[in-house]
């Protein structure tokens, strides 16, 4: 089982404990993921080139990718995958020059 399979495994625990798989279908996960994400954003909301809050800046960060996990597990799509055909349609669209 990798990391990423580990952690998986951690969130359906924390989720499924608490009866809260009948929530997470696909548009309420990725509404979730959205304003997980902007509150994220708002730790940097009018400040200038300071660094935001480290603690709520790892809290944020955290609640976007278990959100994001969730949202893959739900349509079976394999992370790692996933990223990797990502990196390599990059590497094809924004060539090194």
Do not use: C
Request: hydrophobic fraction near 40%.
């Amino acid at each position: 089982m990798t990391d990423i399979q580990q952690l998986l495994q951690q969130i359906r625990n924390f989720r499924d404990a608490r009866d809260w798989q009948q929530f997470h279908n696909s548009k309420d996960l990725a509404l979730a993921l959205s304003i997980e994400a902007s509150e994220l954003l708002e730790l940097f909301l009018w400040k200038g080139n300071e660094e935001s809050d480290p603690k709520k800046l790892k809290e944020e960060l955290a609640d976007v990718l278990m959100y994001a996990l969730l949202l893959a597990d739900k349509h079976d799509l394999d992370i790692k995958q996933i990223i990797e055909d990502k990196i390599k349609r990059n590497n094809k669209k924004y060539p090194v020059e």
